[in-house]
């Protein structure tokens, strides 16, 4: 189970989730430190290792079909930069370990996601967000926020 702060961007089409690249993932310690902390931030006592997840990773979520030839060194494959073909592995955006991934989830609100678990999550309130525009925010994407004298 992966749970994670989301916030809602109408530029992604309907029903297409984005996670970033390279969360922190949360271990053992930062779980430890999640249930125990009186904040409920993903903190390792020990270390100070810091999750972006309170449980889970990327990974709970991500599944992928793996092709045979990004495996195993026997079956031919294409080169990277050249027209040319070779045996064995080689890296690319498709690797084991960077395949574009889709799954089928299921997103369900744990809570709030404000301090306390009340209320919004504090970068929504700011009022400069996707969907979350304050009066500033929308003058400024019109192009009205400066003034130009001649």
């Known amino acids: 189970r992966l749970m994670v702060r989301c916030k809602y961007n109408p530029a992604y089409p309907y029903a297409v989730t984005m996670m970033k690249h390279a969360p922190f993932v949360s271990t053992p310690k930062s779980v430890k430190g999640h249930e125990m902390r009186p ?32 495996q195993l060194d026997s079956l031919p ?29 299921r997103i369900q609100k744990a809570e709030d996601g404000g301090i306390g678990a009340r209320g919004p999550w504090e970068p929504v309130r700011t009022g ?16 009205e926020s400066i003034k130009i004298k001649v």
């Open 77 to 105: 494959s294409k080169k990277k930069h050249v027209f040319a073909l070779k045996f064995g592995f080689e890296v690319d955006n498709h690797a084991v370990n960077t395949t574009p991934k889709s799954t089928i989830i």
């Open 39 to 70: 904040d409920g931030r993903a903190i390792a006592a020990d270390t100070g290792y810091q999750s972006n997840f309170r449980y889970g990773a990327q990974q709970s979520l991500t599944r992928s079909w793996l092709m045979p030839m990004h």
């Open 128 to 143: 400069f967000t996707p969907a979350q525009e304050n009066e500033w925010m929308l003058k400024w994407l019109k192009g």
